[in-house]
Every structure is written in structure tokens, then in C-alpha cells.
């Protein structure tokens, strides 16, 4: 490494690159360096790139979009970010197809959509999907779990890569019922196993060979396909949607055919206007609220033996680490559990050029109720009527620690009706007595969840 003893302008100066591998630094006519110039060539050619990928975007945005996700498909935290800004752009992510997806990203013609690519699928490496496509290209699309099995080389494309398509849903439009599909493999793919030695043996199957069997339900009515001799397991009813979601998490690594938080992203935007991706564009100290999922809890012991934690939190656009101290743990603790879904308070801290959030409290979404405030254009508008709100929601905010109940106003004026979200400082305690308080005053106020069922 380089140690920079003095810097000094020297005006305009000829240059020579002297081709550093992974960077580029130019040697001046007296010897000195120039660290890092752009010369004309450079910014040229940097400009055109950026015109042509502005282009793109504006122009083709679902191919544009498919294609970031393709390169970066290795890389989830860029991955996550870049399905939050397909859904800010009107472009929904479809799970992957087991007769339509391809090896990466493929943007569906006509549509406003992306469709997930097998690449992306843990536990599908690229000869499983090489087998797979070949299978679907010879053959057509697959009809059943047991046209798959039968089909498909079960020597490349194993027990654990299917299970993980099903609980991705790449099955979903043969059976919605993934946890019916997972209790049939386990017949099916032995069956599957089976006629593929029969094949290798040149044995066939007797009813292959007489053009089909016969139906169990109806033993008048042939068989047109084998498959439909697959052997079934019991009926059995669907995962919970909870459960879908958490093994398409841990399969896809995020969320695709939904997100726990969707259903607060318009609440959330009103609590919360910074999300986890803004959060490195922030001062340090910077106080935020967020509205995350928790992913993971690490507990730590300090050196004077109290406890605290590392949390792995995540909302619609990114991941990130929160810090729980042991002063904020021994009062939040028992709402640290992963998957929860939770309302953080704290500031922003950045070490060893990362950024977190330092956790100062926290509180259960499905415990946060709004105090929701109907102002006319005089109330908004008017000092006196400001003061008497002010003072309304000053009363009832109390300790400071306690007040976990934000106050949103609503100021209608004609057809135009906009949302104005109080400061911290006067959020409440309780909401039916600032509920009550406030009609004494002659506001209009209501109470509304923030987890709407």
C-alpha cells in the first residue's frame, strides 16, 4: 500500500497511464502520480454507457430489469433491492415455472412481468436444469409431478432438487398444493426410479406395451397416459400461508409470490419514509422508525455478563443489522423472535464502514394502533387551532418510553386530501382517552390498526 505523504495542485499536466491492474493511475512529467484521473477517453466512454443503460430503462424496462437481475442473481442483497424496485415500477416477479422458466430471469412477452429463473433455485444446479429443459423441450410441458418423474433423468435431477422446486412453487400450476406434492415424491419418485430402469433394460412395462392400462376409478376407461398410474399419497391439506413463505424464503432467498409486509407497505409508508436501503444515505445519529421482519436473533453475553443482540431485520427493499443494547434488551426481548413482524425505533451507527441500526425500542405490529386526525383547511391553517392540538396530543404523550401510538392528521380540502405525519414527540400513550380528548375539543378523530385484516 501507497502511504500519500503530501498533496499538491500542479495545474494542467500531459499524463501517462502506466496500466495498474484494477485501477488506473497516470505518472506526471516530473514524476509525480495522479491517483484515480479520468481522462477524456474515460469520461466518454462512462457517459455513453450511462445514456445507453438510461435508454434501456426508460425504453425496455421489464427486459432492462431482467437482465440486472440476471447478472446480479448471486448476490441477494442486490437481488432484493432490485425486485423492490421492479414492484415501485409496476413489474411483478413470478415464481419460478416448471414449464416456462428458462436458466435465468426471462421477461414474459406482452406482460409487465419476470419470470424467475432456475438458476436462481438453491439446491437446482445446472445439469438438473439442462435435464429438465431438455425433458420439456422433447416432450412438451409437464402434465403432473408423475409426467416429471417419468420423464426427466432422476440420476441428474434428484429427490432434494424437486422438493425444492415444490416449495418454491415451480409446481403451482399443476397442483397449487405444495405439501401434497411433497407427500407424493415420496412415492412417485421411486416409481419414476423404477420405469427408468425398466427403460434401461429394455423390459418396458406391460401396460406400456398394450397402449395403456386402465383406470382404478373407472376400469372400463384406458389410460392414455402412464403417468396417471403414478401411485398417490393420502389427501392432504395445504401448508399454511406462513409456512409457504418462510420455505420459499429459504429456497429463493427472499420473498416472491408475496412478502409478510405487503399488506402494511401503504401504513408503512406514512410511519416509515426511509427504508433500510436509505439508511446508508443518512448522518449517523440520525433517529428512524422501520416497519421490518426479523430474520434472525443472535444472543450475546457482554463482558459484564449482561445480555444484548444482533438482529437480522429486513422490509420490502433490502436486509440489514440491528444492535440491541442491553438497557433496550432487558425491556424488548420478548418480542425478539424471528419472523415477527416488528415497528423499530432507533438511530442510524455506522463501524468499520457499515451501517446499522442501534435498536432503542420496539413494539409488535399487530399491537400498533394510529390516532388518524380529520383537519379542515382552517384547523391546518390556523396558529390558534394548531396550538390547541398541540397541546391536545403533548398531554397525552406522557413518558416518553410509553407513548408508542402515532398520530397521523388528514387534511381534506375539497377533492384533495394529504397525510401529514406528526413527530415522535406527540405520539401517545393511549388511544381512546387522546381519541376522547380530541372530540372534547371539536377534532375529528378515529382509531385505525396498523395491521389491517
Same mark, same amino acid.
Given at each position: 500500500?501507497?502511504?500519500?505523504?503530501?498533496?499538491?495542485?500542479?495545474?494542467?499536466?500531459?499524463?501517462?497511464?502506466?496500466?495498474?491492474?484494477?485501477?488506473?493511475?497516470?505518472?506526471?512529467?516530473?514524476?509525480?502520480?495522479?491517483?484515480?484521473?479520468?481522462?477524456?477517453?474515460?469520461?466518454?466512454?462512462?457517459?455513453?454507457?450511462?445514456?445507453?443503460?438510461?435508454?434501456?430503462?426508460?425504453?425496455?424496462?421489464?427486459?432492462?430489469?431482467? @437482465?440486472?437481475?440476471?447478472?446480479?442473481?448471486?448476490?441477494?442483497?442486490?437481488?432484493?433491492?432490485?425486485?423492490?424496485?421492479?414492484?415501485?415500477?409496476?413489474?411483478?416477479?413470478?415464481? !419460478?415455472?416448471?414449464?416456462?422458466?428458462? #436458466?435465468?430471469?426471462?421477461?414474459?412477452?406482452?406482460?409487465?412481468?419476470? $419470470?424467475?429463473?432456475?438458476?436462481?433455485?438453491?439446491?437446482?444446479?445446472?445439469?438438473?436444469?439442462?435435464?429438465?429443459?431438455?425433458?420439456?423441450?422433447?416432450? *412438451?410441458?409437464?402434465?403432473? $409431478?408423475?409426467?416429471?418423474?417419468?420423464? #426427466? %433423468?432422476?440420476?441428474?435431477?434428484?429427490?432434494?432438487?424437486?422438493?425444492?422446486?415444490?416449495?418454491?412453487?415451480?409446481?403451482?400450476?399443476?397442483? !397449487?398444493?405444495?405439501?401434497?406434492?411433497?407427500?407424493?415424491?415420496? +412415492?412417485?419418485?421411486?416409481?419414476?426410479? =423404477?420405469?427408468?430402469?425398466?427403460?434401461?433394460?429394455?423390459?418396458?412395462?406391460?401396460?406400456?406395451?398394450?397402449?395403456?392400462?386402465?383406470?382404478?376409478?373407472?376400469?372400463?376407461?384406458?389410460?392414455?397416459?402412464?403417468?396417471?398410474?403414478?401411485?398417490?399419497?393420502?389427501?392432504?391439506?395445504? $401448508?399454511?400461508?406462513?409456512?409457504?413463505?418462510?420455505?420459499?424464503?429459504?429456497?429463493?432467498?427472499?420473498?416472491? =409470490?408475496?412478502?409478510?409486509?405487503?399488506?402494511?407497505?401503504?401504513?408503512?409508508?406514512?410511519?416509515?419514509?426511509?427504508?433500510?436501503?436509505?439508511?446508508? %444515505?443518512?448522518?449517523?445519529?440520525?433517529?428512524?422508525?422501520?416497519?421490518?421482519?426479523?430474520?434472525?436473533?443472535?444472543?450475546?453475553?457482554?463482558?459484564?455478563?449482561?445480555?444484548?443482540?444482533?438482529?437480522?431485520?429486513?422490509?420490502?427493499?433490502?436486509?440489514?443489522?440491528?444492535?440491541?443494547?442491553?438497557?433496550?434488551?432487558?425491556?424488548?426481548? !420478548?418480542?425478539?423472535?424471528? %419472523?415477527?413482524?416488528?415497528?423499530?425505533?432507533?438511530?442510524?451507527?455506522?463501524?468499520?464502514?457499515?451501517?446499522?441500526?442501534?435498536?432503542?425500542?420496539?413494539?409488535?405490529?399487530?399491537?400498533?394502533?394510529?390516532?388518524?386526525?380529520?383537519?379542515?383547511?382552517?384547523?391546518?391553517?390556523?396558529?390558534?387551532?394548531? %396550538?390547541?392540538?398541540?397541546?391536545?396530543?403533548?398531554?397525552?404523550?406522557?413518558?416518553?418510553?410509553?407513548?408508542?401510538?402515532?398520530?397521523?392528521?388528514?387534511?381534506?380540502?375539497?377533492? =384533495?386530501?394529504? +397525510?401529514?405525519?406528526? *413527530?415522535?414527540?406527540?405520539?401517545?400513550?393511549?388511544?381512546?382517552?387522546?381519541?376522547?380528548?380530541?372530540?372534547?375539543?371539536?377534532?375529528? @378523530?378515529?382509531?385505525?390498526?396498523?395491521?389491517?385484516?
Amino acid at each position: 500500500m501507497v502511504k500519500i505523504i503530501t498533496r499538491k495542485s500542479l495545474g494542467t499536466q500531459k499524463v501517462y497511464d502506466i496500466g495498474v491492474r484494477d485501477d488506473h493511475n497516470f505518472a506526471i512529467e516530473n514524476g509525480c502520480i495522479a491517483s484515480n484521473c479520468f481522462n477524456k477517453s474515460h469520461s466518454t466512454a462512462y457517459g455513453y454507457v450511462t445514456y445507453q443503460t438510461a435508454y434501456l430503462k426508460a425504453n425496455y424496462p421489464v427486459e432492462y430489469m431482467a @437482465a440486472l437481475l440476471t447478472a446480479n442473481s448471486g448476490d441477494t442483497d442486490k437481488v432484493q433491492k432490485y425486485i423492490s424496485t421492479c414492484l415501485s415500477m409496476s413489474i411483478k416477479i413470478e415464481p !419460478p415455472d416448471i414449464n416456462s422458466s428458462g #436458466v435465468d430471469f426471462t421477461p414474459l412477452e406482452g406482460k409487465k412481468k419476470i $419470470l424467475f429463473g432456475f438458476s436462481a433455485v438453491r439446491n437446482v444446479g445446472q445439469n438438473a436444469i439442462a435435464a429438465i429443459l431438455a425433458a420439456r423441450e422433447s416432450g *412438451g410441458e409437464f402434465q403432473a $409431478l408423475g409426467d416429471f418423474c417419468d420423464r #426427466v %433423468d432422476l440420476s441428474t435431477v434428484n429427490r432434494r432438487t424437486i422438493q425444492s422446486l415444490i416449495y418454491c412453487g415451480a409446481f403451482d400450476k399443476i397442483n !397449487p398444493n405444495r405439501n401434497q406434492l411433497i407427500h407424493d415424491l415420496e +412415492l412417485v419418485y421411486d416409481w419414476g426410479q =423404477s420405469r427408468a430402469k425398466d427403460r434401461a433394460s429394455g423390459q418396458g412395462n406391460l401396460f406400456d406395451l398394450i397402449g395403456g392400462g386402465f383406470s382404478s376409478t373407472n376400469p372400463t376407461s384406458p389410460i392414455k397416459n402412464a403417468f396417471e398410474m403414478a401411485p398417490k399419497a393420502k389427501p392432504v391439506n395445504d $401448508l399454511p400461508p406462513q409456512e409457504k413463505l418462510r420455505q420459499e424464503k429459504e429456497i429463493l432467498g427472499f420473498y416472491v =409470490s408475496d412478502h409478510p409486509l405487503t399488506s402494511l407497505r401503504q401504513s408503512a409508508i406514512v410511519l416509515t419514509p426511509i427504508n433500510l436501503t436509505q439508511i446508508g %444515505d443518512r448522518q449517523e445519529g440520525t433517529l428512524i422508525c422501520a416497519v421490518v421482519m426479523l430474520n434472525g436473533v443472535k444472543k450475546v453475553i457482554t463482558k459484564k455478563g449482561d445480555p444484548m443482540a444482533i438482529l437480522q431485520i429486513e422490509d420490502l427493499t433490502a436486509q440489514s443489522e440491528a444492535v440491541v443494547f442491553p438497557r433496550t434488551y432487558e425491556r424488548i426481548h !420478548p418480542l425478539l423472535e424471528v %419472523d415477527a413482524r416488528l415497528i423499530l425505533w432507533g438511530k442510524i451507527d455506522r463501524r468499520d464502514e457499515q451501517t446499522q441500526l442501534i435498536v432503542e425500542d420496539a413494539e409488535a405490529v399487530e399491537n400498533i394502533q394510529m390516532v388518524m386526525v380529520e383537519l379542515n383547511p382552517h384547523q391546518a391553517s390556523t396558529i390558534e387551532e394548531q %396550538d390547541r392540538l398541540r397541546t391536545i396530543l403533548k398531554e397525552q404523550s406522557g413518558e416518553k418510553e410509553k407513548a408508542k401510538v402515532p398520530v397521523i392528521g388528514i387534511v381534506q380540502a375539497g377533492t =384533495s386530501r394529504q +397525510l401529514v405525519r406528526f *413527530g415522535r414527540q406527540f405520539w401517545v400513550q393511549d388511544s381512546i382517552s387522546t381519541i376522547q380528548a380530541l372530540k372534547n375539543a371539536s377534532f375529528t @378523530a378515529r382509531i385505525q390498526q396498523l395491521h389491517q385484516t
